[in-house]
């Protein structure tokens, strides 16, 4: 056997031990800092909503480090699968949405807001199997992954549900795409590295009824 295959087969038993002491013991993993930060939880609620107000037609929100703090394409390896409610990579490296996202999900359907998912990967079928095992799916008015600028997979949804661009907030941790968007009237906001908080949403909404956002 050639050393790189004995190095390679010398990790992947290092993944499987760390997964089944996980397993056994609830042991944090860091073999990959990324896709296991733990975010300080937000308890703040959206406030509600005041007659005569201006409010977001659609809250649009990206995935990537986003909603989960990992790179879909670059971090996971596939294929992912569920084992008994623990979401794995086919490196046993288990797969969780930042902690604060599943409130923060519930409060603003609760409060009435169309919300929607957009990614750039092109892997439709396993993007789908996260939203539905992270249950999220019962939040979203819509979700789309495709490998396109995410200026167009906006410019999508705004044409599938009539939506004015001027109606939309847009939430992302990156911002090389913020300014594209920008230029269609969406109002944008960047995240931190720990993810969408409700602060972001509540500056967001606060720019989205006053005064749109200065991107220079």
Same mark, same amino acid.
């Given at each position: 056997?050639?050393?790189?295959? &004995? *190095?390679?087969? =010398? ?7 760390? $997964?089944? %002491?996980?397993? !056994? ?74 902690? &604060? *996202?599943?409130? =923060? ?7 009435? $807001?169309? %919300?929607?998912? !957009? ?98």
């Amino acid at each position: 056997m050639s050393f790189i295959k &004995q *190095i390679k087969l =010398l990790i992947r038993n290092v993944k499987f031990i760390v $997964y089944f %002491l996980f397993l !056994i013991g609830n042991v944090t993993c860091s073999c990959k800092t990324s896709v296991y930060i733990q975010p300080t939880v937000s308890t703040e609620k959206p406030k509600p909503r005041i007659p005569g107000e201006l409010y977001p037609r659609m809250i649009i929100m990206y995935m990537d480090r986003t909603i989960w703090p990992f790179w879909f394409e670059l971090d996971v390896t596939r294929p992912i699968k569920n084992k008994n409610g623990i979401v794995l990579d086919d490196g046993f490296q288990p797969l969780k949405p930042f902690q &604060q *996202i599943p409130g =923060l999900l519930d409060s603003l359907h609760k409060q009435g $807001y169309k %919300l929607a998912f !957009i990614n750039q990967s092109p892997d439709n079928a396993s993007m789908e199997n996260l939203l539905e095992w992270f249950n999220f799916n019962k939040y979203l008015t819509h979700k789309m992954t495709m490998s396109a600028p995410k200026k167009e997979l906006v410019r999508i949804i705004s044409q599938k549900y009539k939506i004015d661009f001027g109606d939309m907030l847009y939430l992302d941790s990156e911002y090389d795409e913020i300014p594209d968007i920008a230029e269609l009237n969406v109002v944008c906001i960047q995240t931190g590295d720990k993810g969408v908080m409700m602060e972001d949403v509540q500056k967001g909404l606060h720019i989205f009824s006053t005064a749109a956002p200065d991107y220079g």
